[in-house]
């Protein structure tokens, strides 16, 4: 019933930008954190911002100063706007969501399905 949709994701030169979108839908009675996390074929994966329900922000120190994660709780949406980006940014991003479905009393994490990111010359 709940799914996160990921988009924006593409091919980039080096110094560009992307802006990534996500979006929950489904019986969703409550959203509490939602974040970004990215990975490479044969690597770890790696957490690259997280934001609370009430905007608190979190960047990995990979990112820091480049990249915005922000949300509109309206729509259930949470984006990452990606400035000066590197080839080492490549990779597959995923979002995640801690949310609680309607009619269920906890939370859990919620995973979209990706979207690449390749910058290169």
């Known amino acids: 019933q709940v799914q996160l949709v990921e988009s924006g994701g593409g091919l980039v030169q080096p110094g560009g930008s992307l802006r990534l979108s996500c979006t929950a839908s489904?019986?969703?009675?409550?959203?509490?954190?939602m974040g970004w996390y990215r990975q490479d074929p044969g690597k770890q994966r790696e957490w690259v911002a997280a934001?609370?329900?009430?905007?608190?922000?979190n960047y990995a120190d990979a990112v820091q100063g480049r990249f915005t994660i922000s949300r509109d709780n309206a729509t259930n949406t949470v984006y990452l706007q990606m400035n000066s980006l590197k080839p080492a940014d490549t990779a597959v991003y995923y979002c995640?969501?801690?949310?609680?479905?309607?009619?269920?009393?906890?939370?859990?994490?919620?995973w979209g399905q990706g979207t690449q990111v390749t910058v290169s010359s």
């Open positions: 995640n969501a801690e949310l609680r479905r309607t009619g269920w009393a906890r939370c859990r994490d919620y």
């Open positions: 489904g019986s969703i009675a409550s959203i509490n954190a």
């Open positions: 934001i609370t329900s009430g905007g608190s922000t």
